[in-house]
């Protein structure tokens, strides 16, 4: 296929599968959540804890990548990563991040903004030995988003920490752990028909979530 603008412009898919309604939402946006989430699980979609993680630094300027959701509950939406990587050093000068959530099969997508705080070191502790002996490694052989010569290295890290730590507990490096984002704004979206999608913000004011139709 020959990759042209018009080729572009025609890309489209007419969503119908479903539909979303103030009378059918949960009042309280994590329970809403929750049963979406739950929903892509029972469809069995691949990785439905994939999500866009969007950070920016002091100057605002922006970034994103894919995480993994972790946990989350009323005091929000958990991940881990390391805290020296590019998205840890703008989380520490600006601590506040976007999440988006999206589930094609579904035709399906969530949004949350919120401010950012790490988790209690006892948490991360115990989510880092609940992880692959591999992954674990990884994460401490790892200068996460440094520039590093080449891969070699890397790995002659990761072997040399192998034998390290053969039949050992590794022990969680200290710049590595969890965030949680609390939502101050939740928007669950629905495809529907020619674009006339369907849009539910929730926004918390002053301790209460206040619930609006957006237009799509």
Known sequence: MDLTIETLQNLRQDYRSAELTEQEIDVNPIAQFALWFTEAMTAKLYEPNVMTLATADKTGKPSARIVLLKGFNEHGFRFYTNYKSQKGLELAENPHAALVFFWAELERQVRIEGSVS???PQISDQYFHSRPIGSQIGAVASPQSSVIDNRNMLEIKVNELTEQFENKEIPRPEHWGGYVVKPTL??????????????IQYQLVDGNWMINRLAP
């Open 118 to 120: 790490k988790v209690d």
């Open 186 to 199: 939740i928007e669950f979206w629905q495809g529907r028909s020619s674009r006339l999608h369907d849009r």
